[in-house]
């Protein structure tokens, strides 16, 4: 078994050996992805994904992120694809289990957030795959006895000699090349002979998906396997007073807070929850919704109502403490994240400056993942605990399940299941811890269940947010100063993560060091002391800044008297937003007029090392009564792996924004949730859904490995709010300032 240099030699147990008999694996490097969740970092030299070509010419690619549904398993196939030089429907991609291990060995999972799966691996997964081909190769050469290595080439997974016609398949070569030591640098397939990377290729994971042979968590089935349903205290922050009971459940579980799960009200082993277990599902849930158990409420539930958190942001935006070094800096801090010597207010008072103010108000947000939070554990007392869950974060689990149980690492196996929708939700442990303790009490296969009402009213979610722009144009029509407050809860303070002179990244993101020429400007967040518990949802604080950011440029354009595209191309500094934008721009026909009851509207925005524009026609008579008609999209993400997977993550994060825009929230009053289906939190119908148009920017002729490649799942949404706000600014002469658009909507079904 060969390894690269930067491989641990840490001993690989029989979850993570997943080599084939007699074949070349190679252990390759892959960073962790995304957001520092917790304090799971890594060094470096992480290992967690194993390249295995068998004897029987296989080829499979064991790797720890989860499958979401963001297509990043068919990107990772096709980027092997490419430098093995074979086939990209060769490669089965396997999905790997977690380890505490540091350096971790093959096949760890890892976080599957911040849209970083492709393009944290880009190169890595093609430096592995050109050092295997090589091995490979280098094995042909010791066989044919010729020394030339311009004498070979590959032709999907067979190696050519070329003099001789001779043909050996990468499975008659791989035990000899197994024995070889990895090449150092092996060379990459040259950009301009691409035949797998950029090409628009059908996802191989879509026809499961579609005939229902797929097998996601809540799919799971173990013998002999009983069933349960959790049922919270309906306000957050209150706890258990007595156990209840129900006629005809096998038991009736208390559940506790597991220890780093706590968030905002919801303290480590506070018990906040009881589950119900029966024979099935169904009876689980019919016993749940008739049971009546009391609860102790907190004496501060009459403060967590969205009136009193709107009146705390309103008084932080205009006065709060100011971050000091050293100091504890808690709720109401005061963070700046970025400040011109000069003061903006001195650019407000000059003559002939227009000024525009406004507060863009955003409200709690859940998730909504089409599957439900669900965990099956079978749990063997001191001996073992299998985990079956939709996560993203399989390490987490394990940490969790381990601290639980108190068994070793070796003991416990998270098997990472598909996840039907994760948006940041399910890198979460809560509903994990929840499964394991059921399973530690019954000492049988369980599965939990989250009914969707529990899923909406216990979630941890996008936080609600304030933000407060000020800014001026002057004479001649030029940003001439930009204040900007946002006042929001902290994603990161909530899980005990020391926040710097600048703030909670996570609120910050979207909001600062913007390419647009401006004067005097200042860019400010403050965390705001709401306790309910709040999380990473689809692309976090952009979705929420850029909303802000966007909607008062266009305040801008219209107080300077400028077309609002115009506004932008003359005081954008960075070429990838200019091209962008100029592309959304065309492709709508941003020139010519829309139709008589049309108007369009536009917004540009980065994030994840992606810059995206988006154009929204819109028709209809005012805020309450419009159609969104036409989408059209701009994407530079730098390098493109599938251009069909791009567009359908695109399209999505389109619709997922359009519910969030028109009907997204979560409301409270008293510390209870007042949204608990889709009855009252709809989503759009299909009767709704625009045309989506997306149109890609063309890749670098050839590629630099030093500039940062973009992410795309999370990348469809921050643009959409403020276009789709812009343009109906343009139809109706009104401001969108606060969302959702259609926040009484109750529409059934």
């Known amino acids: ?258 220890p780093g799960t706590g968030r905002g009200t919801e303290q480590a082993g506070a018990v906040n929850a009881v589950a119900v277990v029966a024979q099935t599902t169904w009876d689980a849930m019919r016993l749940t919704r008739s049971l009546r158990p009391k609860w102790n409420l907190p004496a501060y539930a009459g403060q967590l109502s969205d009136a009193q958190f709107l009146s705390q942001a309103q008084a932080l935006a205009a006065q709060a403490t100011p971050y000091a070094a050293g100091a504890a800096n808690g709720p109401g801090t005061l963070f700046t994240a970025e400040a011109t010597a000069a003061d903006p207010q001195a650019a407000f008072a000059q003559p002939g400056a227009k000024l525009v103010q406004a507060d863009y108000v955003l409200p709690y947000l859940s998730h909504a993942c089409m599957e439900v939070l669900n965990c099956t554990v079978d749990y063997l007392p001191g001996v073992r605990c299998d985990v079956h869950a939709p996560t993203q974060s399989a390490r ?125 400007r200042r860019v400010e967040w403050v965390s705001h002391p709401s306790p309910i518990p709040v999380g990473f949802w689809r692309s976090v604080g952009a979705s929420i800044n850029t909303f802000a950011v966007e909607s008062m440029i266009d305040e801008l354009a219209a107080a300077a008297g400028k077309d609002p595209f115009e506004f932008r191309r003359a005081r954008l500094t960075d070429p990838r937003w200019l091209a962008v934008l100029e592309t959304a721009a065309a492709s709508a026909g941003w020139s010519s007029a829309p139709a008589n009851g049309t108007a369009r509207g536009i917004a540009v925005g980065a994030a994840f090392n992606t810059v995206v524009a988006m154009v929204v026609e819109v028709s209809g008579s005012s805020l309450t009564s419009f159609s969104v008609r036409r989408v059209w999209v701009a994407v530079d993400p730098y390098l493109v792996v599938n251009p069909l997977n791009v567009e359908a993550q695109i399209v999505g994060g389109v619709v997922h924004a359009m519910n969030a825009t028109l009907y997204g929230q979560q409301n409270f009053v008293q510390g209870v949730a007042q949204r608990r289906n889709f009855n009252t939190n709809p989503m759009v119908r299909l009767s709704q859904m625009p045309q989506v148009k997306v149109t890609l920017t063309s890749p670098p002729a050839v590629a630099d490995r030093t500039v940062p490649i973009g992410g795309i799942g999370e990348l469809g949404v921050p643009t959409f709010a403020p276009a789709l706000a812009n343009a109906l600014f343009r139809l109706t002469g009104q401001r969108v300032r606060q969302l959702p658009l259609l926040a009484s909507s109750t529409r059934s079904g």
């Not at 600048?502 to 909001?511: C, I, N």
């Open 396 to 520: 987490g689990a394990l940490s969790l399940t381990m601290q639980l149980t108190g068994l070793r690492e070796d003991q416990v196996t998270i098997h990472t299941t598909l996840l039907g929708g994760g948006l940041g939700r399910k890198a979460e442990q809560d509903f994990i811890g929840q499964a394991v303790q059921l399973g530690m009490v019954l000492k049988r296969p369980v599965q939990l269940v989250w009914p969707r009402e529990e899923d909406y009213t216990r979630d941890q979610y996008r936080p609600m947010a304030l933000v407060r722009a000020k800014a001026s144009v002057d004479a001649n029509g030029y940003i001439s100063g930009w204040s900007y407050r946002n006042v929001s809860p902290s994603i990161l303070g909530q899980r005990g993560i020391p926040l710097g002179a600048k703030g909670d990244s996570q609120g910050t993101e979207g909001s600062h060091e913007l390419p647009y020429t401006m004067g005097a």
């Open 1 to 258: 078994m060969a390894t690269c240099a930067t491989t641990s030699s840490a001993t690989i147990n029989r979850r993570d050996f997943l080599g084939a008999s007699g074949g070349l694996s190679l252990a390759f490097a892959l960073p962790m992805l995304g957001r520092p969740l917790q304090a799971e970092a890594a060094t470096a030299a992480q290992v967690n994904a194993w390249l295995t070509v068998g004897t029987d010419n296989s080829i499979r690619l064991t790797v720890g992120a989860s499958d979401m549904g963001q297509g990043s398993f068919q990107g990772l196939a096709q980027l092997l694809a490419e430098d093995l030089q074979v086939d990209y429907r060769r490669v089965a991609v396997v999905q790997g289990g977690p380890t505490l291990a540091n350096p971790a060995p093959v096949g760890s999972a890892i976080n599957t957030v911040g849209s970083s799966v492709t393009r944290s691996n880009y190169w890595r997964m093609r430096d592995a795959a050109a050092a295997a081909r090589e091995m490979l190769v280098g094995a042909a050469m010791a066989h044919v006895g010729d020394a030339s290595r311009s004498s070979y080439g590959v032709q999907d997974g067979v190696v050519v000699h070329t003099p001789t016609g001779r043909r050996l398949s990468y499975g008659e070569l791989a035990e000899a090349a197994a024995k070889l030591p990895v090449p150092a640098n092996a060379p990459l397939v040259p950009d301009a002979a691409f035949k797998v990377i950029g090409q628009p290729m059908p996802r191989a994971d879509i026809p499961s998906k579609v005939d229902g042979s797929a097998r996601y968590g809540i799919d799971v089935r173990l013998p002999g396997m009983v069933f349960a349903v959790v049922k919270h205290c309906p306000t957050f922050g209150g706890t258990l007073a007595a156990t209840p009971t129900a006629s005809g459940a096998i038991a009736i579980v208390p559940l506790s807070v597991s």
